[in-house]
C-alpha cells in the first residue's frame, strides 16, 4: 500500500543505517524523499539508491550543527517540491568512553549532534509544517531512560531528545503538528551495534539479554516511522516509542558486568 502517496519527507542524517532504511521505508509507501547528511559523497550514494529502487529522491549536503545550513536544506526542498509533510531527524554520533576518560569536547559534540541538531532540524522545519497533518519524528535510544556504562555523552544528548520530542508535541498540537520518537534497540547492520559489539562472544552476550533474543532489522523501524507518519497514528503525538525486542526490560549494565566494557 502506498499510504503516503504524494507526501514530502525530509530525513536528516539519512546517508546510512537506521536513516537511510527509513528513507526507503517512506520512499516505498510512496513519499518523495530529500536526503540530508554532513559528507556530499554519502549523501549522494543515498539518494542514488533511492532513485535506483525507483523512488523520487535527491540528497543536500548540510550539518545538522549548523542552524543556518539546515534552513537552506528545508527551503531548497519546499522549493523543488512545493511543500513538506514529514521530517525525521536522525543525525547521530557515538563512541564507547568512560565518564573519566571523557573529554569536554567529546561530551559536547555528541550532545550537539544528536541534541542540537534535533532542535535544529525541527526548528528550521516548523515554517514549513504549520499545518494539520505534519509529522516530526525523532531518533531515540532505550539509554535515554536508562543508564549505561561508558555512555554518559549520549545517555545525556538522548534524554535530550525526548523531551525536545515531548516539549514540541504539546506546543504544535494546537496547529494539528504530531511530534514523535522512536527508541531503536540493537538494530542490525548498523555501525552503532559494530562498534559497541565488536567481537561474536559480545554480540551473544547482548542478544542473551534481549527477550526476543535476537537484533532487530532497519525494515523494522522502518516500518514503525511509516506507521507514524500516516492517518493511522493521527492520535498518537509527544511518545517515545520502542522498537528492541524488549531489550529495554533487561535493565541496567552493573560496572562488573562483562558487557559493561563494550556497551
Known amino acids: 500500500m502506498r499510504e503516503l502517496q504524494g507526501k514530502i519527507a525530509f530525513v536528516a542524517g539519512g546517508s546510512s543505517g537506521i536513516n537511510l532504511g527509513i528513507a526507503h521505508g517512506l520512499a516505498r509507501a510512496g513519499a518523495k524523499i530529500a536526503l540530508v547528511s554532513r559528507s556530499a559523497d554519502k549523501i549522494a550514494a543515498a539518494a542514488e539508491s533511492l532513485q535506483q529502487d525507483g523512488h523520487d529522491a535527491f540528497g543536500m549536503s548540510a550539518d545538522v550543527r549548523d542552524f543556518a545550513a539546515i534552513e537552506r536544506t528545508l527551503h531548497e526542498t519546499a522549493d523543488r517540491w512545493e511543500s513538506i509533510d514529514i521530517v525525521v531527524s536522525g543525525a547521530a554520533g557515538n563512541f564507547v568512553a568512560s565518564a573519566a576518560r571523557l573529554s569536554a569536547n567529546g561530551f559536547k559534540t ?17 515554517p ?10 525523532a531518533i531515540s535510544a532505550g539509554l535515554a531512560e536508562r543508564p549505561s556504562m561508558n555512555q554518559i555523552h549520549a545517555c545525556a544528548a538522548k534524554a535530550g531528545v525526548n523531551m525536545v520530542t515531548k516539549c514540541l508535541a504539546l506546543e504544535w498540537g494546537p496547529e494539528g503538528v504530531r511530534v514523535n520518537a522512536i527508541s531503536p534497540g540493537p538494530i542490525d547492520d548498523t555501525e552503532g551495534m559494530r562498534r559497541l559489539t565488536p567481537t561474536p562472544e559480545t554480540e551473544e552476550a547482548l542478544k542473551r539479554r534481549i527477550p526476543l533474543r535476537d ?21 498518537i503525538t509527544g511518545a517515545i516509542i520502542p522498537c528492541d525486542g524488549g531489550s529495554a526490560l533487561a535493565g541496567s549494565l552493573a560496572s562488573d558486568d562483562p558487557l559493561a566494557a563494550q556497551v
Open 110 to 126: 555528541v550532545i550537539d549532534i544528536d541534541l542540537l541538531g534535533t532542535f535544529n532540524v525541527f526548528r528550521a522545519s516548523y
Open 128 to 137: 514549513y509544517l504549520r499545518k494539520p497533518g505534519a509529522v516530526l519524528i
Open 215 to 235: 537484533y532487530g532489522s532497519k525494515d523494522d523501524i522502518a516500518q514503525l516511522a511509516v506507521f507514524l507518519a500516516t492517518d493511522k497514528a493521527r492520535y
